[in-house]
């Protein structure tokens, strides 16, 4: 593996480019100058700490705490610089908007089919998606409607492994298999809604 060094790369801070703070975006130069960083202030700190006359032992242990302290303000600064131009981006993306308008814009289908279903479900629901950030999103904006492992209403999104066969009144994932079913409302083809005859 190669590392390209490039000195513009070192503390050019970008935007979180995900959906959480977490997607601070760290370049392989800025972790290579904080590795020496933390060399150089070791070097230098333990050095210092032995013209003090300390033993050699209690000058490296100092010099450690010295360089990881001084590293992990450094990089707190760097991380918050990414947080406040996330901050200041999605303040000026969703300023004036409202509720609806600000998730529509996140999440668009997600969001859409979510006000869909929620006119559709009353109460409890099954939910199949083969993305996780998808399902997980999904649950949240359908709340209060609750997840249910067994529910009459079957929600499908963004799942390849889900099938539904209009001929039979089937649906399928995997080794569960209902019958008979129901098509409630299909605005995509990779989502839909499901009801449980009643027999």
Known sequence: MTMNFDLQDIFATRPIDRGTINGVYISPSFILFMYILISVILIFAAAVFLIKKASFV??????FIVAFFSAGVVYAVYADIGWSRWLMSDARTYAGLSTDEKLLKMDDAIYAFALIARKTI????????????????????LLPLRKRAQSDYIVVLADPESHYDKATLTFSRGSVKISPVELLIMPASYAYILKRKQS
């Open 58 to 63: 209690s000058s490296l242990k100092k010099a």
């Open 122 to 141: 009353p109460c409890d629901y099954m939910l199949f998606s083969a993305n996780d950030y998808v399902r997980l999103r999904e649950e949240y904006l």
